[in-house]
């Protein structure tokens, strides 16, 4: 029950960029029972070989979203998150953890977990790491041995749905050298015990190894995660730029860094009580080593922090309260006592049996302080952690609002504009899913062609050379957000909006399309035009609701500011200003209020 209780906060809207685009190959995966492996959605990088090594994930994706939509999805995101704290409960409660402590360490992470929980491929990383740490504890601490030989299916699978299976191999390792660590310092490393003890897991590893293969990228793939890790670290801007954008980028100087740090300190906190409570296992050093390891390398690791670290945390927790009766022994508050004679015996002339009266022992309370301390400290730590992750990502079932126009969407649909499209790659893969293949996207947000990406950063950012880039694709037409994930108006944006050579016809906020004013397609453009001068309203009604995105609220009224000035509505601008200097005393808004407010700066 406390299980599933604290699945609950787990539930986040959809919200990622790349859903659309995991929708959309999933949806041609069970539709056309293949699994292409050229690109077929970005027009620049057309027959481009792209293996897609996430087909299992999108495909049973997909299945979700056909039967349930969107909620079904949200669905099967929290059924994910559900089995993998089953699972880690039960792998703590068979190596020794206490059933209540178990369940509190997992909380104590769960905001850790739920800043990625999204339906992305990575969700079943977080399922299969879970399910190899209990295959292994089942086996050396359990009794049902035998299911030890599902993780080879298990990393078949995991290998065509998310390039981290290397990581099943690393676990199955931790758990081995831990068996054979505790046979030598218990002098039973004989033939017999590595019979029993070693082989299987090592002969399952094996199999799994040979599986793991078997997926679309074959036994190169091996080295993926690695390749991933060290992407960016080259010369070339492209690779750079990429990481820049992306949480692969290593966690010192994120804002995933906060929660590095404060894992940091639980785990000395923890190893401390641990021992304290001597249950310190080598095994659960491994795990601490590896995430880390793992989430210093890669900020994205940083929400599979809480799968390795309550494991070991839960046992240091037990170890720790089992002993604290020996610290604080019982109080006696009365003396042994023997109840007078019996008359009725004496009569009788019975022996007398005297008894002794119990001594009266008070229970004392520094176990109890201590161990309320402690789980009150738990429950603290999963709170915040999980309150901050709030506000990044909102709380629901579904999609999240003023993330992704369905409007522009259907407009593109119901009046398609002739020839290429541009678009910014933050909604290229709402783009896939909602237009394919009626419209084929320049770019989504699997960015993976470089030179393809640094032209998309040209035109976005308005760079020199910008319709250069245009021209060479034969582009008639561009689709953006008017801002990107972090409240920022696109440089490209005002551009487009002061050219004539470019007509708006579609603006809700979200989404604007520009057309090119072309010849050809000014029969279009007489049909669908809108005035450029509706675009500051409509961004200033975005950028308020961004806030309750995880944009910065000192971002979102310096954009709201400057647009109320292009209104020419200053007391509107300034009020704007004054809101973001609540937030944040900044010499810089202040600066500018003080112009504002004296009449300067009215563009």
Not at 160 to 179: E, I, K, Q
Not at 188 to 210: H, Q, S
Not at 390 to 403: I, R
């Amino acid at each position: 029950t406390l299980l599933f209780l604290i699945t609950l906060p787990m539930l986040t809207k959809i919200f990622t960029s790349d859903f659309g685009t995991h929708i959309a190959q999933g949806r041609q995966i069970v539709q056309t029972l293949t699994l292409p492996d050229t690109e077929y959605l970005n027009y620049p990088s057309l027959g481009r070989h792209n293996p897609n090594g996430e087909w299992g994930f999108q495909a049973i994706l997909y299945l979700a979203f056909s039967i349930g939509g969107v909620y079904g999805v949200s669905f099967l995101v929290w059924a994910v998150v559900f089995a993998t704290f089953l699972l880690l409960h039960r792998a703590a409660i068979l190596r020794g953890a206490h059933p209540l402590l178990a369940v509190l360490t997992i909380f104590a992470f769960s905001g850790f977990l739920r800043i990625r929980i999204q339906p992305r491929p990575e969700i079943f990383t977080y399922f299969f790491v879970a399910l190899t740490i209990f295959l292994f504890s089942e086996y050396f601490f359990g009794t049902r041995k035998k299911l030890i030989y599902l993780f080879p299916p298990a990393v078949l699978v995991w290998a065509n749905s998310h390039p981290t299976y290397l990581m099943a191999f690393l676990l199955c390792g931790a758990f081995v050298a831990d068996r054979l660590a505790h046979a030598i310092w218990r002098k039973e490393f004989r033939w017999e015990t590595l019979k029993a003890w070693i082989f299987p897991p090592v002969l399952v590893g094996l199999a799994g190894l040979i599986l793991c293969g078997l997926n679309p990228h074959g036994y190169n793939a091996i080295l993926t995660p690695l390749h991933l890790l060290a992407r960016g670290t080259g010369g070339g801007g492209g690779s750079s730029i990429l990481m820049s954008i992306s949480e692969l980028t290593p966690v010192k100087g994120t804002g995933f860094f906060v929660y590095y740090k404060a894992a940091a300190v639980f785990a000395v906190v923890s190893l401390l009580l641990g021992l304290a409570g001597r249950r310190i296992y080598l095994l659960d050093l491994f795990l601490f080593a590896i995430a880390f390891k793992g989430a210093w390398d890669s900020a994205r690791a940083v929400s599979m922090m809480g799968l390795f670290l309550s494991q070991g945390t839960s046992l240091h927790l037990t170890g720790f309260f089992s002993r604290l009766p020996e610290w604080f022994p019982g109080v006696t508050v009365g003396k042994t006592k023997f109840p007078p004679k019996e008359k009725q015996r004496r009569k009788e002339k019975a022996p007398l049996r005297e008894s002794p009266v119990p001594e009266l022992r008070r229970r004392p309370l520094g176990p109890v302080v201590i161990a309320s301390v402690a789980v009150f400290a738990l429950i603290a730590f999963g709170g915040t952690t999980l309150v901050f992750s709030f506000s990044q990502l909102e709380y629901g079932l579904g999609m999240t609002e003023h993330k992704f126009s369905f409007p522009a969407a259907e407009f593109l649909r119901k009046n398609p504009i002739p020839g290429k499209m541009f678009n910014f790659f933050d909604i290229g893969g709402f783009l896939d899913w909602q237009l394919y293949p009626q419209a084929l996207t320049f770019i989504d947000g699997r960015t993976y062609n470089q030179e393809v990406f640094m032209e998309h950063q040209v035109v976005t950012g308005a760079m020199a050379g910008w319709e250069k880039v245009l021209e060479k694709y034969g582009i008639n037409y561009i689709v953006l957000k008017s801002m990107d994930s972090s409240g920022m108006i696109l440089p490209i944006v005002p551009v487009l909006a002061n050219n004539p050579d470019w007509a708006l016809v579609f603006s809700d906020g979200l989404f604007v399309v520009f057309v090119r004013n072309a010849p050809e397609l000014r029969g279009y453009i007489k049909a669908h035009e809108i005035p450029k001068g509706i675009l500051p309203q409509h961004i200033i009604q975005e950028a308020y609701h961004y806030m309750f995105l995880g944009v910065s609220p000192v971002v979102a009224y310096q954009t709201m500011s400057n647009m109320f000035l292009l209104l020419g509505q200053r007391d509107k601008a300034i009020w704007a200003l004054r809101q973001a200097l609540e937030t944040v005393d900044d010499p810089y808004l202040r600066a500018r209020l003080t112009q504002l407010q004296g009449g300067v700066g009215t563009r």
